[in-house]
């Protein structure tokens, strides 16, 4: 008998299951607003402008290598991503409260942080909340890491927007002391995000009740176009002197997917708690990648430490925002336009590379099988995925379904 006898299947990844299934699809049709990835108004993968200069620079640099990063990473990547995320003027930078990691991608950020609290939470009984719902691998990462995940109320299902009320009762009435996944723009999978104001009352109920924040930041810029106002909720819950972690991904906002490249921010209410966090974080990080992967963090760095190339990544960013938001509002134009049955205004209000359609299950089927349209299980589209080539079949096919 193998030793693998014993093993269970595990459960498919409905994002990498819906992939197979549409690149096996031929039809001429087809449209994939499956994979979060930003795709050019042709349908086609978009290197940045600004990372192709990046990229030459550094093949034409004479003393470039491909020796190992130091332990904690590439500093012009870990210093540069500090600025941009609390900003360059940060009082917590200036004081040395912040430190900060170099991981892979968001992802690797996310399971960091999850084995980092895992050892180190107060409590050690602290649930990790998620919100309902949530980008699917949270949940896998978390409890991978051995934590109880719980859920907290977010998305109306009937207006399609935030359930402020809902939320906030969910963290008032948890025990006190629990962590709180949020995710720090363009929520994934609904497109929904916290007004400033209602942001406000967020941390206000998370620092009445002693929660611990972990942002999870995976479309900072990419959102809006506007890197500080991405950051909003970040920076308000720093000013009130909230310890927290914070996940930081390039793979949306610099097209950097593939190279893996995102940083773990640690924030401490004081200088003296960094040492003891930062060797932590490093003995993580040590056991489980040794050093993080240098390509990526070379052009992310590359460009986030020159004024001229950041101003042009600004610009990139702004192109891919605005197209995705031409494609939100060209979408439910063409939906009302068609009279098709439901009001369509959360599409264009929703914000970030998707839209919660609120399409249900069955409706994505149809679509799927007899239009050749993939979207996930839960009527969630990525937006990038629409074009000036095929908004009108996706509309037209949306209203068949629907009526
Ligand atoms: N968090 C959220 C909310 C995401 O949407 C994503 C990307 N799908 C990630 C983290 C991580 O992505 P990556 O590991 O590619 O940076």
Redesign the pocket.
Known sequence: MSYFAKVPQAPADGILKLSVLSKADTNANKVDLGV?AYRDDSGKPWVLPVVHKAEQRLAEDPTANHEYLGVGGLPALTSGAQKLIFGADSPAIKDGRVYTIQT???????MVAAVFLKQFKQPQDAAVYISKP??G??RSIFETAGHEVREYRYCNYTTLGLDISGMLEDLRKAPRNQIVLL?AC????TGIDPTEDQWQQIADVIQERGHFPFF????QGFATGDVDKDAYAIRLFVARGMEMLV?E????NMGL?GE???CLHAVASTADAVPAVSSQLNRLSRATISTASAYGAKIAGTVLQDTRLYNEWVENMGEMSRRIKTMRDLLRDKLVALGTPGTWDHVSRQIG??SFTGLSTKQVGVLRDQFHLYMTDDGRISVAGLNSGNIDYVASAIDQVVR
């Open positions: 979060g892979i991608s968001g992802t690797g950020a996310n949530t980008w691998n949270h995710h363009a929520h994934n999978p999870d930041c995976a479309y996940a991904s390039f793979a949306k997917y893996r490249t995102g590379m998707f």
